[in-house]
Nanobody, 124 residues
Framework: VQLQASGGGLVQTGDSLRLSCAASGRTFSSYAMGWFRQCPGKEREFVANISWNSGSTYYADSVKGRFTISRDNAKYTVYLQMNSLKPEDTAVYYC??????????????????WGQGTLVTVSS
């Protein structure tokens, strides 16, 4: 499956953004999908994920209550709604696909397919 992330940009503290990740291939609907982010000089970190049927979602503590992950299997797209953005949310955001589907796994190495990343910059 190929993934294409979009929606990043430059915003101010407290603003909102919605990231999208469009997938190719019908297998999308059976995959768990995740969002990760990476700051320069730091390791890629988990942000949120969602199971194949949207039955379960999980968030990093740093974004819980502010970010919401969702998916539309009919459109082969996963979203990340980001509210109340903070400067520490500044990073390149990547979407990723886990063929396992359950959403139980949240490590970088658990995801087989990755999008190219979209930059989110939050100014103070």
């Amino acid at each position: 499956v190929q993934l294409q992330a979009s929606g990043g940009g430059l915003v101010q503290t407290g603003d909102s953004l919605r990231l999208s990740c469009a997938a190719s291939g019908r297998t999308f609907s059976s995959y768990a999908m995740g969002w990760f982010r990476q700051c320069p000089g730091k390791e890629r970190e988990f942000v949120a994920n969602i199971s194949w049927n949207s039955g379960s979602t999980y968030y990093a503590d740093s974004v819980k209550g502010r970010f919401t992950i969702s998916r539309d299997n009919a459109k082969y797209t996963v979203y990340l709604q980001m509210n109340s953005l903070k400067p520490e949310d500044t990073a390149v955001y990547y979407c990723a696909a886990d063929p396992g589907g359950s959403g139980w796994y949240r490590g970088v190495h658990d995801y087989d397919y990755w999008g190219q990343g979209t930059l989110v910059t939050v100014s103070s």
